[in-house]
């Protein structure tokens, strides 16, 4: 009875993986463009978009298609998806119009699905947003009826709208820092954290350079402030990251681990005091700057140690090797002499 019990658990176990498993792959078998619409409108206008849904399996798929608002979770940027009652026009969501509700793209095929956005005359200045998702329901793995787990893929396109009239753009840089807070770092990477404070009513996607400077001067690197594209949402706080240097991946060995890291010390050498500055602008126009500075340092020990340890080995060799020749020389004057 064990045996039976033990045998229910992982038949159990390995179908509920399976099914997860073909989740992920049937998300992955489907891919939409644009994945975010980014539009500025009018209030009272109608404007029509399109999205591109590109099935990419060897079998016709059939999508439910939905609305739902959406609004941002947490700095690091996650959508939170709000179900959006039929028979309530609750901001963009309730905007949106389409005359299918499914939609069925055959086999290694693309199909465009076309939507139109009503916005109202009386319709708040600043940003709105929905997201356009597309479902295939239940999977394969559940039209079997075996599991009776009900397993749903779905895929979003995401729409920021920012309605014109009384906008507020308005931002802050809250801190500027290194990632783990530690200004001396042992060598590269060195990984950026900045946080971007939107405090407007409108969505903002801000642009710019982080510019690194040595103890003279001297710029050492130009990152890319926001290489993501990342878009903050009004009343949202962001994460922004940033990077100088690759992440290497090591040896578990802890001596292989030491050599790899000495050649990537010497391959990506820093030392010394350096300055960075963070400079961005955000909003519509010439846009709005903003500006943070912070100084750190790099002391490669791990490098200088391997040098040095060369250079005294290079050193007791050399030594011994002049006694070695001055015993030689004496040897010979010796034997001319007899």
């Known amino acids: 009875m064990i045996f039976n019990k033990i045998k229910k658990i992982i038949l159990g176990s390995s179908l509920f993986f399976a099914i997860l498993l073909n989740a992920e792959h049937e998300a992955s078998a489907v891919s939409i463009s644009p994945p975010v619409i980014d539009v500025a409108v009018d209030p009272g206008v109608a404007i029509e978009r399109s999205i591109i849904i590109d099935n990419e399996t060897d079998k016709e798929r059939t999508y439910s298609v939905g609305v739902m608002n959406f609004e941002m979770t947490g700095e690091e940027g996650y959508q939170k998806f709000i179900p959006v009652e039929a028979d309530k026009n609750i901001d963009l969501a309730g905007w949106i119009r389409y005359n299918e509700d499914k939609i069925a793209v055959r086999p290694k095929s693309a199909k465009k699905f076309i939507f139109t956005i009503n916005i109202p005359s009386d319709a708040d200045p600043g940003g709105h947003y929905a997201s356009i998702y597309f479902s295939t329901g239940v999977t394969e793995a559940d039209e079997n ?28 840089i809250d801190n500027f820092n290194l990632e783990y807070g530690s200004m001396l770092l042992s060598s590269l990477p060195v990984k950026f954290v900045y946080r971007m404070n939107n405090q407007g009513n409108v969505h903002i996607r801000p642009k710019g350079n982080i510019e690194i400077k040595n103890i003279f001067g001297k710029r050492t690197v130009l990152l890319d402030a926001n290489s993501k594209n990342n878009r903050i949402l009004p009343q949202n706080i962001r994460k922004i990251e940033s990077q100088w240097g690759d992440d290497l991946k090591y040896s578990s060995d802890p001596v ?61 060799s050399s030594a011994t090797l002049i006694k070695k020749y001055n015993r030689w020389i004496i040897k010979k004057h010796v034997q001319l002499a007899q």
């Open 145 to 172: 009826k075996e599991s009776g787990v009900g397993i749903q893929s779905q895929i979003n396109s995401l729409i920021l709208l920012q309605v014109s009239g009384d906008v507020k753009e308005s931002a802050s």
């Open 256 to 316: 292989n681990k030491f050599i790899e890291e000495v050649k990537y010390d010497f391959g990506n050498f820093a030392f010394g005091k350096y300055t960075a500055r963070l400079d961005v602008v955000y909003g519509n126009g010439n846009g709005k700057f903003l500006s943070k500075e912070l100084v750190f340092w790099v002391f490669p020990w791990k490098a200088i140690l391997f040098s040095a340890l060369f250079i005294i080995i290079i050193l007791i």
